[in-house]
């Protein structure tokens, strides 16, 4: 079974700065997906970047960018300008061809005004 | 926002009474699912229906009972709940498995 870990349960950072939250992944496959989701309070769910595994080029979103270490099981996620609208709740999440999607704790970001 | 709509936001229940779970979705996706969010732990996947056919259930207790009646609606039936069922429950649809999820807003259920 595939397990994620968030080592962070809170983070901080002050608004138009850089923050990284970081993810590891347990598998022994070498084909999946990595998600990072925002939860934002009282709000829904939304999908935040997606990488697969099999490209080597970190995938970026606009202020948000990935650092994925495939050989590392490491899939962290760097949000740059931070931005109040930033805070929320971030899972990491893991996703093969035949397991449903696995989710990590989650890190609460607060961001500093 | 996205799509995926449940009612009610809020709910309270007594552990005899029965109350069901909505869900609907306008994103023509032929996957949904069910998962229960407590605090300090990790999301947990119920259930997984895939064209209406459920093809995942997650040693759910069977006083959750699912129900998928077409593609656009899912509903999660209540009976008997404990008071460690109280979370958020959330739905979610994608493309299929392999694709990223889409959630709705969830239901906050508290079982006095």
């Known amino acids: 079974a595939q397990t994620v870990t968030q080592s962070q349960p809170e983070m901080s950072v002050q608004e138009a700065e850089t923050v990284t939250l970081s993810c590891t992944y347990d598998t022994s496959e070498s084909d999946y997906y990595l998600f990072w989701y925002k939860q934002p309070p009282s709000r829904q769910m939304i999908l935040v970047i997606r990488q697969e595994a099999y490209k080597q080029q970190n995938a970026t979103e606009n202020r948000f960018s990935v650092n994925f270490q495939k050989a590392a099981k490491s899939f962290s996620l760097k949000i740059s300008d931070s931005q109040l609208g930033d805070a929320a709740m971030y899972f990491c999440a893991f996703h093969n061809a035949g397991n449903m999607l696995t989710f990590g704790g989650g890190t609460r970001l607060m961001v500093k005004p | ?112």
């Open chain 2, 1 to 112: 926002e996205t799509g995926v709509t449940q009612t009610p936001r809020h709910l309270v229940m007594g552990m005899t009474n029965k109350k069901s779970l909505k869900c609907e979705q306008h994103l023509g996706h032929n996957a949904m699912y069910w998962y229960k969010q407590s605090a300090k732990k990790p999301l947990e996947l119920m259930f997984v229906y895939n064209f209406k056919e459920q093809t995942e259930n997650n040693s759910v207790p069977s006083r959750f009972s699912p129900e998928c009646p077409n593609s656009s609606h899912l509903f999660l039936h209540l009976h008997t709940l404990q008071p460690e069922d109280s979370a958020l429950y959330l739905c979610a649809t994608s493309m299929g498995h392999l694709y990223e999820q889409y959630f709705g807003p969830g239901t906050r259920l508290t079982v006095t």
